[in-house]
């Protein structure tokens, strides 16, 4: 079984800094693609920040130049430094990863449970 487990979220104003963390746990070979979606209250779950095993990174215009995302491999847990933050950056975070749990085996997406961001003053 593989967990995700995601941390950091809160209540934070306007202009205000935040991190994510998300830790996968359990059996795994190698962990591919990481990555940070949100899905605020009536809308769509939507990407937020992607990176690759090898540290390539992607963002949609809505937050680059304010999240950064990272990963540490050795830990098998990837960040989100979010900075600069908006009113309609509010949403239920959730992390994700593509994993391969020994090897030879297929790969496969996990989803972390979300965690809460709210940007109000």
């Known amino acids: 079984q593989v967990q995700l487990v995601e941390s950091g979220g809160g209540l934070v104003q306007p202009g205000g800094s935040l991190r994510l963390s998300c830790a996968a746990s359990?059996?795994?070979?190698?962990?591919?693609?990481m990555g940070w979606y949100r899905q605020a209250p009536g809308k769509e779950r939507e990407l937020v920040a992607i990176?690759?095993?090898?540290?390539?990174?992607n963002y949609p215009d809505s937050v680059k130049g304010r999240f950064t995302i990272s990963r540490e491999n050795a830990k098998n847990t990837v960040f989100l430094q979010m900075n600069s933050l908006k009113p309609e950056d509010t949403a239920v975070y959730y992390c994700?990863?593509?994993?391969?749990?020994?090897?030879?085996?297929?790969?496969?997406?996990?989803w972390g449970q979300g965690t809460q961001v709210t940007v109000s003053s």
């Open positions: 994700t990863a593509v994993i391969r749990r020994i090897f030879g085996s297929p790969l496969y997406d996990y």
């Open positions: 990176i690759t095993s090898n540290g390539s990174t």
């Open positions: 359990g059996r795994i070979f190698s962990i591919n693609t």
